[in-house]
């Protein structure tokens, strides 16, 4: 089956203790974005990747630091999380210059205490 | 900047047909998606316009106007289950690549 996979889905943390949210794709998908998504303000960018080690900063990266070592996988890491941070995450891939309709993960609710 | 602007909330009838607008910056603009996304699940992929014109796929259309730098996504025949939100998301060139801008969402509440 066709899918986005992230874990965890739902973390509890403490400021400062560093994480990592795991994203993978099994489409062969080039492009992988990571979203945060807060409430009165939608789905906000910020990493993408283009394909294996490039990547670029989205509109919010400050933060956040990602890699991107083989195509499937794209993690999000968070050296130092402070409670700003709390938020909805979703890992999303797509094609590419031919598609870039979106296929999203199942999200990951983070708080950050 | 690159702004893409929706209502924020609309109610609507059991049955019913509802609009929901978005129009957005018209520099770069290579296309626009519309998402459906019910409450702590993850966006699902509804329609996309790349040229002027309806879309229609079932119960629900999506319009096009790159000239205006408008959309509109039309829901027919409304069932309790479409209470959702729904991003309109466009397609900007920006720094030498094609980037998505989601708007905020619109939150669809439909009632008996």
């Known amino acids: 089956e066709a899918q986005v996979t992230q874990n965890p889905r739902y973390l509890i943390t403490v400021t400062g203790k560093k994480l990592t949210v795991t994203c993978s794709q099994n489409?062969?998908?080039?492009?992988m974005s990571w979203y945060r998504q807060d409430p009165g303000l939608g789905l906000r960018q910020i990493y993408y990747s283009m394909n294996v080690e490039v990547t670029d900063k989205g509109d919010v990266p400050e933060g956040y630091k990602v890699s991107r070592k083989e195509k499937r996988n794209f993690p999000l890491i968070l050296e130092s999380p402070s409670p700003n941070q709390t938020s909805l995450y979703f890992c999303a891939s797509s094609l590419g210059d031919s598609s870039y309709e979106q296929y999203f993960g199942p999200g990951t609710r983070l708080t950050v205490t | 900047g690159q702004n893409i602007d929706q209502p924020t909330e609309m109610t609507a009838t059991e049955g019913a047909i509802v609009q929901i607008n978005c129009t957005y910056q018209?520099?770069?603009?290579?296309?626009l998606f519309w998402y459906q996304q019910h409450a702590g699940e993850a966006p699902t992929f509804l329609s996309y316009?790349?040229?002027?014109g309806l879309e229609e796929k079932g119960r629900f259309s999506s319009f096009l106007s790159r000239s205006k730098g408008y959309s509109y996504l039309l829901l027919k025949e409304l069932q309790m289950k479409d209470s959702a939100s729904y991003l309109c998301?466009?397609?900007?060139?920006?720094?030498?690549?094609?980037?998505?801008?989601f708007g905020a969402g619109t939150r669809l509440a439909v009632h008996p």
């Open positions: 018209t520099s770069g603009f290579n296309g």
């Open positions: 316009n790349v040229l002027d």
């Open positions: 489409m062969n998908h080039e492009y």
């Open positions: 998301a466009a397609i900007m060139f920006s720094g030498g690549y094609n980037k998505l801008i």
